[in-house]
Each structure stands twice: as C-alpha cells, then as structure tokens.
C-alpha cells in the first residue's frame, strides 16, 4: 500500500498554519480597537454595523424601509458588527482592499447618505489612519511586518 506524501499527517501542518494566522488577526485587531474602531463606530458602524443613531427622519414609512434595506445590503458586502475578520461575503484581505479603494476614491458613505448627514465623511486624518491601519495590517498577514 503507498501513503501519499509518506505518511504525513496534514491536519498537524494546517493546525500551525491555523494558529500563525490567528495570531496574526489577534496583532491586527488590536492596532484596530487601539486607533481605528473609533473611527469606523463614527463613520461607518451606521450602515456596517449597529445603528449608533437613527436620524430624525427615521421612522418616516418611506425613509424607514430605504434606510433598512440600504444597512442590509450595505453589511452583504462588509460587516463590522463582530469586529476583526470582519463578516460579509469577502475574505479579510477582500476587505481592506475594498475598504482602502473607499478611502481612496472617496466613494463612503454614498452621496445619497452625504446630502442627509453632513460631516459624514472621513476627516483627512481619518483617512491617512485607516489607510496605514490597513498597510499594517496586510504586512502582519503577509508575514512583512
């Protein structure tokens, strides 16, 4: 009878592999409640997360069903409700691109969102944290840091 790879038992290797990474999202989750959960609890939590504050306007029938569904599809893509990996349909890595690309483009929160909340958009300051937040925390997966 032959043994492919001679025997070897993967489970032990995928177990290192399991508990380096962990490791890893444990150093990138405390650089995230240290200098960027804040911001994300102020900028993003509203659609990403749990509603830190409903708007005047939200329990007008119209604007209530449009503010639900949009915080529906809105945590499809990312959800930060359980803090780093963060839920949705993209991998961790997915993510910070997609969160990097945002901050970059200026694309968040959507225009629509802007015109009803003033100030809702990300500070300059803001930006350059998440963006290193992010730089860091590909370097930590990616063993570069």
Same mark, same amino acid.
């Given at each position: ?17 399991e ?10 989750? *405390?650089?995230?409640?240290?200098n ?6 102020? *900028? ?15 329990d ?5 069903k449009?503010?639900r569904?949009?915080?529906?599809? @809105? ?6 409700s ?22 970059? @483009?200026? @694309?968040?929160?959507?225009?629509r969102?802007k015109?009803?909340?003033?100030? @809702?958009?990300?500070?300059d300051?803001e930006? *350059? ?5 992010? *730089?860091f925390s ?5 063993g570069?840091?």
């Amino acid at each position: 009878m032959v043994f492919a790879h001679k025997g070897e038992k993967h489970s032990e290797g995928e177990f290192k592999f399991e508990e380096a990474k962990e490791e890893k999202i444990i150093r990138i989750n *405390k650089e995230y409640e240290s200098n960027i959960k804040a911001i994300f609890q102020n *900028k993003c939590f509203d659609c990403h997360g749990q509603l830190q504050s409903k708007p005047f306007y939200y329990d007008w029938p119209i604007a209530k069903k449009i503010i639900r569904d949009d915080i529906k599809k @809105s945590k499809e893509h990312l959800d930060m409700s359980n803090g780093i990996p963060f839920g949705g349909h993209g991998t961790f890595e997915e993510d910070l691109n997609a969160i990097e690309e945002s901050v970059i @483009s200026n @694309s968040m929160p959507p225009f629509r969102y802007k015109v009803m909340n003033w100030g @809702s958009g990300l500070k300059d300051e803001e930006e *350059k944290k998440i963006i290193e937040w992010v *730089k860091f925390s590909r370097n930590v997966l990616n063993g570069e840091d």
